[in-house]
């Protein structure tokens, strides 16, 4: 995200960060309904088996999970219905080549409210291998003990 502008995140996808090596960011709008939107800024939404896919040129977000609003009745929305993401057109051309190479993909890594709209925070990443999830988490615990270590430190 820019620095010097308002925003609030909503939701965070933890998981891409552990089952994929993230390459490339790019913010990208979403095209909400009125219902959706008012769900989204009370944080009812889950991106964790989110992914992106190319549509006629278009960048569409499937898989997320926006919750009914509870005063919705009948204008309600879809809970999973696919959703466009604003790209410009180089940005889609893009991703669109990099996505065609073996092992890449595009996952949502955050969704946020910048300046009153809402915003996703698309990832591309190459898929781990399972060796490569230990090592992180390797270099995740040791980091942690040599933290621990030195707060201790401090402390006496």
């Not at 999830?133 to 270099?139: F, G, P, T, V």
């Not at 040791?142 to 430190?153: C, E, N, Q, S, W």
Request: proline share 2%; hydrophobic share 35%.
């Amino acid at each position: 995200m820019p620095k010097g502008t308002s925003s609030k995140v909503l939701a965070n996808n933890k998981r891409a960060s552990f089952d994929y090596a993230i390459e490339d960011t790019i913010e990208a709008g979403l095209v909400l309904t009125g219902t959706e939107i008012k769900s989204v800024r009370k944080g009812k939404i889950s991106i964790g088996d989110a992914f992106v896919r190319f549509d006629g040129g278009e960048a569409i977000l499937w898989n997320s999970n926006i919750a009914h609003f509870e005063q919705g009745n009948r204008y309600n929305h879809e809970q999973l219905r696919p959703r466009k993401l604003l790209l410009h057109k180089k940005q889609i051309a893009t991703l669109m080549g990099s996505v065609s190479r073996d092992g890449y993909t595009i996952v949502p890594l955050k969704i946020y409210i910048k300046n009153g709209y809402a915003k996703c925070l698309i990832g591309l990443g190459r898929g781990k291998k399972k060796f490569d999830k230990r090592d992180d988490l390797k270099k995740k615990d040791a980091k942690r003990d040599i933290d621990r270590a030195l707060r201790d430190k401090q402390k006496y």
